[in-house]
């Protein structure tokens, strides 16, 4: 079996950002009268003021960070034009588009409500409308009023400030305590070269990519930070992505069984559970596939038989540094994601 990884590369992650954004106004109303030649009365022309521009969000697959939004933090569509003479309608004003990567999650910063979930590749939807044109003088001709002289501004259009917040989209959240082996788990199924830290050894930022296999399946990972005892209450790197693994659908838990600190590896275990029940009883509940990594190390195997003993759940010996029992938990991922699809879709949030 061969696996191959795709993975996005960005100078700097960046998973949350909060901007302004601005529609663009109605142009006014004009109010104008014919002057033509051997026409004593010239009746009224004015013409309606065009409409403003939207605001317009979209989810771009070739994005994987929002750090363009960190960068330029506010957004204003084109006012529309002002009515002319001759009855001509003032041109729209044109619409702004705001790429962002997919899986980013919009909420209104004044409500705290929720708007739009971008999960899908290309789905958009406007995030502010422009206002309406006012109408020209033409517009109140009556049998009573000839020659009106009365017209309207354009309607303001719609601001709002926007907290955006990215949550990586993945069939399998790799988790586990920092130097479980996720990074290399990653480079043995992969070509990646994830960027590790120097100390507490833990990624320095997520990665998504795809694995593919020789029975032309694929399943797409993301190689999440090393939690660590209080990471739901900000501690470490953890919490920063703790959000990323309630995108996922499957979370497979490296445990180190040959501790270099001489710690419990059922107990490391339980801490990573216990970090994600704080964070989200949801997010526990998940399911989860238990890796014992590092067999290929000396006591690796009472390490082994502690969580075998200790857990009520299968357990997959693996060794990412040489690839033992991979093939193995690869299938394993691929029998449950199957699993699970036959399962209903989570509903989506309500659109704007």
């Not at 490391?268 to 989200?280: F, G, T, V, W």
Request: charged residues 30%; neutral net charge; aromatic residues 4%.
């Amino acid at each position: 079996m061969t696996h191959c990884l795709e993975r996005n590369h960005a100078m700097r992650f960046v998973d949350e950002a909060t901007i302004y954004v601005k529609a663009g106004d109605g142009g006014d109303g004009c109010m104008s009268f014919r002057r033509e030649k051997y026409v004593p009365r010239g009746g009224p022309n004015g013409g309606d003021g065009g409409d403003g521009g939207d605001v317009i969000i979209t989810a771009d697959t070739n994005l994987s960070t929002l750090l363009d939004l960190v960068s330029r933090s506010e957004y204003r569509a084109a006012d529309g034009e002002r009515g002319k003479p001759k009855n001509q309608r003032g041109a729209n004003g044109d619409d702004v588009i705001i790429k962002v990567p997919v899986g980013t999650v919009v909420t209104d910063q004044d409500t705290g409500l929720a708007l739009i979930d971008l999960k899908e590749p290309g789905r958009s939807t406007v995030l502010a409308g422009g206002g309406k044109g006012g109408r020209g003088n033409a517009r109140f001709k009556s049998p009573i009023d000839q020659t009106p002289t009365r017209w309207e501004e354009g309607r303001p259009g719609r601001e709002r400030r926007l907290a955006l917040e990215l949550k990586l989209v993945a069939d399998v959240g790799l988790i586990g305590r920092p130097n479980a082996g996720k990074s290399t788990l990653l480079s043995r199924i992969s070509a990646a070269h994830p960027k590790i830290a120097a100390y507490p050894f833990t990624t320095l930022q997520p990665m998504v990519g795809i694995v593919d296999t020789d029975a032309y399946q694929r399943f797409t990972v993301a190689d999440l930070p090393g939690l660590i005892r209080g990471a739901h209450e900000g501690k470490g790197l953890g919490d920063e992505f703790l959000r990323h693994i309630e995108r996922t659908r499957i979370l497979v838990h490296l445990v180190d069984v040959a501790p270099t600190d001489g710690s419990d590896p059922l107990e490391n275990y339980r801490a990573i559970r216990r970090e994600l029940r704080l964070r989200s009883a949801k997010l526990a509940e998940k399911p989860e596939i238990v890796a014992a990594n590092k067999t290929d190390l000396e006591g690796a195997e009472q390490g082994v038989e502690r969580l075998r003993n200790g857990l009520d759940v299968e357990v997959f010996p693996i060794s990412a540094l040489t690839g033992q029992g991979v093939p193995e938990l690869i299938a394993r991922i691929l029998h449950m994601l199957e699993e699970l699809k036959r399962q209903p879709e989570e509903t989506a949030p309500p659109e704007l």
